[in-house]
DNA sequence: ACAATCGGCGTTCGCGCTAAAGTAGAATAA
DNA sequence: TTATTCTACTTTAGCGCGAACGCCGATTGT
């Protein structure tokens, strides 16, 4: 097996708990007595094992989050810095994927508390809220992210998605368009928001916007190309076509060019398009995608602070971290590509 | 706190141990007593505390993973995969990310035995291998993925890459092709496999190598774009230049290619690629790129499966798992775009 | 009839660690 | 002096579970 602290305790002639206490820090201990049990566990390697820790203490230094998917650029991003963020300050990342499927999310929920997270992260897939009435006679905290649920009173860090349908819809305004559509999503809150910013920008400038411009499917995260092809020949279908086009993420907007493309018309001239997401590769694409980004790497690293404060002081009033996010336009909407290519 | 077993077992007046028993399945315990048991645990919402179930037994029920960048569409693949399979397993994964840093790695391999991982799955970043003689004192078995060490006797999953080189460059041949260059990694398994398989397939089919035509960069993984770009200016200036390139992934592809057409020459016509990793997005490119699919779902199973078996059965002799790739032909070496977008 | 067996359950112990409560001796205070 | 307070430790008592073993009554075999 592994050094244990019984090893370093027999070796020095001391107590085990006073190994302990200075492998946690603790004041008395003296001075001579501490370097001997420093240096020991240096030469021997120790590493302290986490289960007994948690197990007396209540505390595992482990953050669980739990995202819809892994493979989408923004969790995977966030879930990086994150992890950075924790490592720093030497906790682990437990990481579960709920696969967009409740039943799976509420599985893993219990599976991370079995293992003893000190703060679960999560970015729920569900309408409702079954999932954390549950969490709530436990004593671990959580920290909502990027999904909220504006009535459940909770700790939430995510992009202010109004806002990010506002600067969209405005940056296609502010190129003098007019008839502006939004391919949105369903059932989520950033879909909710996005949509809700794209009216209020409408509104503000006193531009139309005729209930049949905006139009909202599901699974826009795992299929958003077929679903924004289909949508884009739904809304070429209308007289008049809109002239520009805000989707709910990048891979909406490239259905949608695909579907533009197909159809016979220019992009960005005959229809202009804004994407959410700000893609790896959007500058790399048939058309380069102007794109709203959000910043995921600050996004995870406010988590990670927050989600620190929470393990260590778990009974604060609900509090939310809203960041803002910003327009990078490329030829999708402005038509000539940048001589440098921007991220 | 949580239910307890001994909140369990006080309520139906048994001994903690039977209900203990129930829980694994123990066969001795009568199938009246069982029932009760079971319908208590239900009625409670049991989970079992896996710090304290894997302090009594050693086993925790849970798979750890390293991987150098989480956000690379490769690794996501393959830990969302890994995942599914031990999910429903139930089997928990505590992922980590060693940013392709050997330290970062060093410190994330204590601190995932530190948990009580049954096994460590791990891509390393690293040139020697320092971190596994530390590994190996410990009794946790460890599975490589992707990057392997010839010379260290250990149980590995990845793709055949050696296959993955042969096959590409032997895509770009069957075109025609006979000036083919080849922008390369450095200092991992599957960059030099690559390369193998690259030679091996010009040396099948009679065709020069020049020495030149190799090139080979470090950080092909996160920068790809920029050093495909640089490499595919220095093959430009060669004469003759290539007349295809086999790209280490498609991120340098696309770099490459982009260097290519802001030379004023043609994709496929005058050059034709092929990178590798089957990006997400490889059809929507300015030009569809072809490229080598791993398969990394499968790869993902596989190792989910290898990987639950070392952890019920740790000692067993080094075993090898190489999956087969397939190319995935588009515009950038066909010329010709699929009518249906392939994937 | 009596040992041998077996199904069904309980007891003991300890995994590696920490929180809390000692304690012995030295220094300080009244 | 004698009580008080420190300092630097040690002892005790679990955290929630599981492995190993123990035990008791009922069945079986001869």
Known sequence: MAVRLKDIARDLGVSVVTVSKVLRGNADIGEETRKRVLKRMKELNYQPNMMARGLASGRTFTVGLIVPDLVHPFFAEFAKSLGGVLRTRQNALLLASSEEDPEVELQEIRTLLSRGVDVLIIASCQANLRNFYELGDKRTPYLLFDRNFPHLAAHFVGSDDVQVGEIATQHLIDLGRKRIAHIGGKGTSPAFDRLRGYRNALHANNLPSPTNYAVAYEK??????TIGFQAMQQLLRLSPPP??????????????????????????EDIAFIGCGNLRYANYLRVPLSSVDHNTTELGRLAGEFALELSTDPEQSPRSILTPSHVVARASSIGTTPEKPTR
Request: charged share 20%.
């Open 220 to 225: 826009t995260e795992e299929s958003g190309d």
């Open 243 to 268: 002239d520009a086009v805000f989707c709910y993420n990048d891979l909406t907007a490239i259905g949608a060019i695909d579907a533009t493309l197909q159809a016979g018309l220019r992009v960005p």
